[in-house]
């Protein structure tokens, strides 16, 4: 998605599923063969690097799943703030669990259906569901400070 006429329909006419660092918005429309995606990553959600790795995270946990994703439908995924401190895995895991809620995606492990949710701390609640490969931190990222 690239026009803000986009991300206005999808505000205004879809529905949004809000999670402790994640809001994911979903419209569903016959007038798609596939589905578009769009990020929102706001400016206090930290600086331009923080922000860029957000959203390349974001790419690769959409990417992953394309396949399953509804293919006439919106999704308009927004970082909240504390969301450039996460790993990958912990957004991974909000944004299955959201798009299972939106039921954009069929039920996935990842969403640990078992009743865990992330607590205000990032850290789950509830018994672990996850890999422990997807358990790693995600690179650093490594700001410099030019002037």
Known sequence: MRWRSEFLKVRKQGHS?????????TLKTEELEHFKVGFVVPKYVGNAVARNAVKRRLHGIVGSKSADIDPNCYVVTIARRGAAEQTFATLQKEWHWLANRAKLIPSSPLANEEGGQLNNAGTEDGPSSASPSLSSPAPSVTRHHHG
Request: proline residues 0%; hydrophobic residues 55%.
């Open 17 to 25: 599923f809000g999670g402790r660092f994640l809001v994911l918005g």
